[in-house]
């Protein structure tokens, strides 16, 4: 009996408290529907004395009534603001939801109260069947399409029944026009076809539907006016349906006289406030669709970096999830993958460009360990020293500047500044120092020492006071010429120098790249063979070496490094390369001349073996000595010989050294060089039309621009 009572007790207390809880929620909800919905009185303002929700009058409490619809109370009535015009109230229907409106150009007593004063048709207002995103962006909807009077200006009068006068006696019209009121039935767009010439448009609006005899067009304009003071009907039903349906849900006038409205679920969905009303499977649809919406509304904001459809009242109907989700989740995953993305491929770089470097300098660290040099090895800040901190720029090369420099024990140094060592891992610096660093000739410059320190390297070479070559043999002004005998000895010097790479080491070093710039002279104008970024060593014994890419300048590369046809690279290709050389300083000009007076004369080494063949003068500069003129043949001669079109018809240095310094009687004309294999020569004429292709590339190479700088090969 005690356990029954304990149950009845428990059960009636969880009761109790059940019913206190489900009243306090009651009363709670009660006040917020008294505090959202707090009855007002009714107001007035001249004929209108039922205004009530949702209208109100400024003068009302701010809780009463929508602020959308504000009326204001004058001397000539209750007035509505709507799309920047003043239209006064004749009438409000609380129960087809609908308000009469006159223009106030109409109503009030002004001068020119017979013209309507606001512009005013049919697509001022959104269609109640637009969807649900439209529906209920505009406080007013126009349910019918009624009639438009139109106002035109004509310049002239106008003989139409449809042309109605109006009287504008008290009116501010411009200039001595003729004021006309039209009626027209369909609003849908202007009829701007029947529009007389010489009329212009002045205003129009819109009235209630007028009488057949109207329509006829048997009408006065008294009568025209008295339909516009009388006014048009619009709708206030969006703000029915918003408060009886829901956010942004459209609804019908079901029953006139009693008011009652009918909810439409075509567009159900959370965000409506409405989903009470809706079946299982309309409310998930409505859910995905409202953040759907919402997403898309959140992340085109994000994008466009607008909030204008945030802030819009429409936008207030999509779900606040999806906005939130479209606007701050989306954007932050995006960057955060954007982010990702982009630093890992900057650790790849990074990490392969280190790689890269970083295999540069072992290989250039190895080599200079492995390799017994004579060079002295500087720290930078020593060659910073030395330049005095880079001040005095000798020149600018294909791999970097050159410097001016002084060693501690006296003498002056050349100091060239690596930029490009990273072009070919570092092989032209190696190539350098591998080729300078082993051998020592008077007619090869030195190699005093060099510096590998991180990014930077640096090769010291012996100071050349006279610099390079090119300068006397393509006179400049300020530079004295130099005599044929001395030309004639630096010619020697390099020709001796270029055979010593060849077979006066324990390698073959072949150079690649002999030309005026890459000799350089000292003060007693003695000539050093420079440069060595381009060469490659070979053993003594390899008549033809491998190479998979030409290299050197053009107007000085040999053939073959261009027709595999004609014979391998080998050391007959720094020959061919002296030849054209030599034909440079004997001529004291470029091998190419576009200006000749000649035709014949364009390309020099063909001139000038037609004047051996011909046993013609060789008139070069005025002045010029007997024995000038027998040096200038012998290294014309040599130089006919160098530039041979096949390697097999090249001497060798040593050979070209002994020609040199053998009598030029003793010397054979050789076959006339050419340019290409299998090419046949008649007569002067035809070498303007056979070297037409050549004539670029001669002026390419006269610019010492390299052709290939690869030195992998």
């Given amino acids: 009996m005690m356990k029954k009572q304990a149950q009845f007790s428990c059960s009636s207390y969880l009761q109790t408290l059940v019913s206190i809880f489900t009243t306090t929620l009651l009363l709670f909800h009660q006040n917020s529907l008294a505090k959202h919905h707090q009855p007002c009185p009714t107001s007035s303002c001249g004929k209108i004395h039922n205004i009530t929700y949702p209208f109100r009058l400024k003068t009302d409490p701010n809780q009463c009534g929508d602020s959308r619809y504000e009326l204001d109370c004058n001397e000539f009535g209750a007035s509505l603001t709507m799309f920047s015009g003043k239209y006064y109230v004749q009438h409000i229907d609380y129960k087809r939801y609908t308000i009469s409106l006159s223009d106030a150009g109409a109503v009030e007593d002004t001068n020119c109260s017979s013209i309507p004063r606001y512009f005013l048709y049919d697509r001022s207002f959104h269609n109640i069947l ?122 019908e006038v079901v029953d006139e006289k009693s008011g009652q409205v009918k909810c439409g679920k075509r567009f159900c969905h959370y965000a409506y406030q409405t989903t009470d009303k809706c079946e299982l499977q309309q409310q998930i649809f409505g859910y995905i669709r409202a953040y759907l919406r919402g997403i898309f509304i959140g992340l085109g904001s994000r994008i466009t970096f607008s909030t204008r459809q945030l802030d819009n009242p429409v936008g207030l109907e999509y779900f606040d999830g999806g906005i939130f989700i479209g606007r701050k989740v989306i954007p932050i995953i995006i960057a955060a993958r954007f ?75 050349a100091i060239k500044m690596l930029t490009k060592t990273n072009v070919n891992n570092g092989q032209d610096f190696i190539n350098e120092v591998a080729t300078i660093g082993r051998i020592h000739h008077v007619n090869v410059v030195r190699l005093v020492g060099y510096c590998v320190e991180g990014k930077k390297s640096a090769l010291v070479y012996e100071f050349m006071p006279n610099g390079s070559l090119d300068k006397y043999i393509f006179p400049k002004e300020g530079v004295v010429p130099l005599s044929y005998e001395k030309i004639y000895e630096i010619s020697l010097g390099i020709a001796r120098g270029i055979a010593y790479l060849h077979q006066g080491c324990d390698m073959q070093i072949l150079h690649f790249d002999i030309k005026p710039h890459n000799i350089l002279l000292d003060e007693d104008f003695v000539p050093k063979v420079s440069d060595f970024g381009l060469a490659k060593l070979y053993p003594v014994n390899d008549s033809i070496v491998p190479l998979t890419a030409a290299r050197g300048t053009l107007g000085y590369m040999a053939p073959e490094l261009f027709y595999k046809n004609i014979g391998g690279v080998s050391y007959k290709a720094d020959v061919y390369s002296f030849g054209m050389l030599l034909m440079e ?15 014949s004369q364009h390309y020099f080494p063909f001139w000038i073996y037609d004047q051996f063949k011909e046993e013609k003068d060789i008139e070069i500069m005025e002045d010029v000595s007997e024995e000038g003129m027998t040096i200038v043949k012998k290294m014309f001669m040599v130089a006919l010989w160098c530039i041979q079109l096949k390697p097999s018809g090249r001497p060798s240095m040593n050979k070209v050294v002994e020609m040199l310094e053998g009598k030029t009687e003793s010397l054979e004309l050789p076959p006339r060089p050419s340019f290409y294999p299998n090419e046949n020569y008649k007569h002067h004429e035809e070498i303007d039309s056979d070297q037409s292709s050549w004539g670029d590339s001669a002026s390419i190479g006269h610019a010492s621009t390299n052709y290939s700088l690869d030195s992998s090969s």
Avoid at 174 to 191: D, K, M, P, T, W
Avoid at 194 to 206: N, S
Avoid at 585 to 596: V, Y
Wanted: glycine share 10%; aromatic share 12%; charged share 25%.
């Fill in 585 to 599: 300083m004997a001529g004291k000009r470029k091998n190419m001349n576009p200006n000749a007076e000649h035709s």
């Fill in 339 to 413: 982010i990702f993305g982009v630093t890992v491929l900057l650790v790849l770089f990074i990490y392969k460009w280190r790689r890269r470097h970083v295999s540069m300098y072992d290989n250039i660290e190895n080599f200079l360990l492995e390799s017994n040099l004579n060079p002295i090895r500087y720290e930078y800040k020593e060659i910073k020293k030395m330049t005095g901190g880079f001040r005095v720029k000798l020149g600018q090369g294909g791999f970097g500047a050159v410097y001016k420099g002084k060693l501690r024990s006296g003498p002056d140094v």
């Fill in 130 to 251: 637009y969807g649900e995103q439209d529906f209920g962006s505009e406080p007013f909807l126009l349910d019918l399409s009624p009639p438009r009077v139109a106002y035109f200006n004509c310049s002239n009068p106008v003989k139409d029944p449809r042309y109605v006068t109006v009287d504008t006696s008290h009116c501010s019209i411009r200039g001595n026009g003729h004021v006309y009121a039209v009626l027209e039935q369909s609003l849908s767009e202007y009829s701007f076809e029947d529009i007389k010439i010489g009329c212009e448009f002045m205003v129009a609006t819109l009235t209630k539907e007028w009488f057949e005899d109207i329509r006829k067009g048997n009408v006065s304009y008294d009568e025209i006016h008295g339909l516009i003071v009388d006014g048009f009907e619009v709708s206030w039903l969006p703000a029915v349906c918003e408060s009886r349906c829901g956010k942004g849900a459209i609804c």
